[in-house]
């Protein structure tokens, strides 16, 4: 099977594993265990990966706290702040696009008496900085933008958005676990105060991740969501996983010294993966073409074909989804998409690609191949095909984009 699912997960780098092996037998101490030296070697491997992911974005070690992963970062980023600043006020702004996690967070904080606004999107994904102007009050103490959406890999002007909070005086947090290790993150020099991020969508371990917390101009204190401890600086409690923390480190160096190179390759064939596509196959559209894209993602939508079967075609030949990993189980079209204002039925008719660097140039022409034989055979069977075909107009009945 090819794989074009790396937005959902990427396949550990044998270098992130390498790293981590010693630290589940040899070294497994505890890294809060400071009277022998096993704890010493553990808590030192757990300081040389915060620098290594530190390093990454730009930042200082001690500003980066590690986590389960994104979700529990951002879950930290966004409860934390609430439960630190809501005196100050209660207002939170958000986009109608954002990774259910975050989406889950606000209402989390909707619950609880807070006010949440959902900023619309243009029909490429990108935010209305009109709106997000407008809608930063008094009582705003958060925006939460994601850097590079996992659906579309549209990408967000982070440094506008981040100078226009600065202005305000508002705290800026990113989801940018999509973004992190594919192109330059840097959310000191951009604005952005706390930034969550995974180590599995960048060729390393699942399970861990961590929450960049600006810790100058103003230090950023959050509550903790997790108790028993004080690990983390007090703000998330718990044994360290080391082995996991270590392949972290690994994985975010390593990026640092390739994604450059890699983006440069993978976007090359994205490109020629998208054009073969459109070049073949009437009636197919790029969700967010238009937008600065991650150089890996495409998001298609094949119009008058049902996803589903589209999906049960190709799930022989290659790995891909039609959306968010954390919501493949839904028969529901993607809140992304419609956020964008992709009709129901176009959303439901979207599949996602999302190359990585471990294929290669001869499986785009399979996967090219594989896909226009199954939009080819979807459609001759399909009614509404055959009524676009003699003429008729769809839009009528939800098919318009």
Not at 69 to 74: H, K, L, Q
Not at 89 to 98: P, Q, S
Not at 240 to 251: D, E, R, S, W
Not at 329 to 345: C, F, K
């Amino acid at each position: 099977m090819i794989y074009m699912d790396y937005c959902a997960t990427t396949p550990m780098d044998p270098l992130v594993l390498e790293a981590m092996l010693p630290y589940f037998t040899r070294h497994f101490g505890n890294a809060a265990s400071r009277h022998h030296a096993l704890g010493w070697e553990a808590g030192a491997a757990v300081d040389q990966a915060r620098q290594q992911v530190a390093g990454l974005m730009g930042a200082r070690a001690e500003e980066f706290v590690f986590t389960s992963g994104a979700t529990e970062a951002i879950n930290l980023a966004i409860k934390g702040v609430w439960e630190t600043y809501r005196h100050k006020g209660n207002h939170v702004i958000t986009t109608r696009v954002e990774h259910k996690a975050v989406l889950d967070s606000c209402d989390w904080v909707r619950r609880r008496g807070g006010r949440v606004t959902y900023l619309d999107v243009d029909r490429n994904g990108l935010v209305d900085l009109d709106q997000l102007a407008d809608a930063i009050d008094a009582d705003t103490i958060l925006v939460s933008i994601m850097w590079a959406n996992n659906e579309t890999g549209v990408i967000q002007p982070m440094d506008i958005i981040g100078q226009l909070c600065a202005e305000k005086g508002v705290l800026l947090m990113s989801d940018a676990t999509q973004a992190l290790g594919k192109i330059p993150v840097y959310p000191e020099l951009t604005g952005v105060q706390l930034l969550a991020c995974s180590a599995h969508k960048m060729y390393g371990p699942k399970g861990v991740g961590g929450l960049y917390v600006q810790k100058r101009r103003p230090t950023i204190k959050l509550a903790a969501q997790l108790h028993g401890g004080g690990h983390e600086h007090g703000m998330r409690s718990g044994t360290l996983n080391v082995p996991g923390i270590v392949g972290l480190g690994q994985a975010a160096e390593l990026a640092a010294g390739t994604f450059a190179e890699t983006a440069q390759q993978l976007e090359l064939w994205r490109n020629t993966l998208e054009s073969g596509l459109l070049e073949q196959l009437p009636e197919v559209y790029v969700n967010g073409g238009a937008a600065p894209r991650l150089p890996h993602v495409s998001n298609l939508a094949f119009r008058f074909v049902d996803g589903a079967g589209l999906l049960a075609r190709l799930n022989r030949t290659v790995a891909l989804s039609s959306g968010s990993a954390c919501t493949s189980g839904s028969l529901d079209p993607s809140h992304v998409l419609l956020g964008m204002g992709v009709g129901p039925n176009v959303a439901k008719s979207s599949l996602r690609l999302s190359l990585g660097r471990y294929n290669t140039e001869a499986e785009l022409g399979t996967v090219t191949k594989a896909v226009i034989a199954a939009v080819d055979q979807l459609r001759s069977v399909s009614p509404l095909w055959a009524m676009h075909q003699d003429g008729q107009d769809l839009d009528a009945l939800g098919w318009g984009r």
